[in-house]
């Protein structure tokens, strides 16, 4: 049978991409996996029927046999593992690979989804206007590293690996606030994440419950 994760009844976003269930769908999609999907509800993720497998009512999940995990970081590295296609077989190479998923999901989303916090459901407030360019300067200054770091290669470390696929959907938070447009050769980066066949497919495969009617 194949594995089970679950994804957003309909989407925040809309279809673009941004939930986090796209990440998995499009580590399936490079090993060649097919899966199965069950769509939930925000009344559906606190049920107790889901919150037996994300204690936290969130999406996605991943059910394969008696396995269950959640976590989209855990979820990608358990594929990446079992599968070829997102870690080298090289062991130090794999370990470098390895290294950029947490850097990815540890280091460079939270400061992201921090000015997404004070975009959107900060906006209201009276002190919002003067903490958004402290937000903004704290995620330049992640960028501004990274950018460093990649400088004109294609993938962070040779070929691409699990620690690409998981930053670039974390850099395609920033698309609408213009600033990753600040870092030409990150958003290159991005742009060719987002040309892969695998995210295409991933892409897609969202994109249909999500679309705006």
């Known amino acids: ?3 089970t994760i679950t994804a957003f009844e309909r989407s925040p976003d809309g279809g673009k991409g941004l939930a986090r269930d796209t990440r998995v769908r ?4 490079e090993v060649g996996q097919p899966y199965e999907v069950r769509l939930v509800s925000f009344a559906g993720m606190k049920a107790p029927g889901h919150l037996a497998i994300h204690p936290f009512g969130q999406i996605p999940t991943y059910e394969e046999g008696s396995l269950c995990l959640f976590e989209t970081g855990s979820i990608v590295f358990h594929l990446a593992e079992q599968h070829a296609g997102l870690l080298p077989r090289d062991r130090d190479a794999r370990a470098r690979a390895i290294t950029w998923m947490f850097a990815a999901l540890n280091t460079v989303e939270p400061p992201i989804l921090e000015l997404t916090t004070a975009r959107i459901f900060e906006a209201g407030r009276s002190w919002a206007e003067e903490r958004l360019p402290l937000v903004k300067d704290r ?4 960028l501004g590293k990274l950018s460093a770091y990649l400088g004109a290669a294609e993938w962070l470390d040779g070929a691409f690996s699990a620690g690409d696929l ?15 447009d600040e870092y030409k050769n990150l958003a290159a980066y991005v742009a060719r994440g987002e040309a ?3 995210y295409a497919r991933a892409f897609a495969a969202q994109f249909v419950f999500n679309a705006p009617s």
């Open 196 to 198: 892969r066949p695998a």
């Open 166 to 180: 998981l930053m670039v959907s974390v850099l395609l938070r920033l698309r609408m606030s213009g600033i990753l």
């Open 1 to 3: 049978m194949p594995p």
């Open 26 to 29: 499009w580590a399936l999609e």
């Open 139 to 142: 995620v330049r200054a992640v």
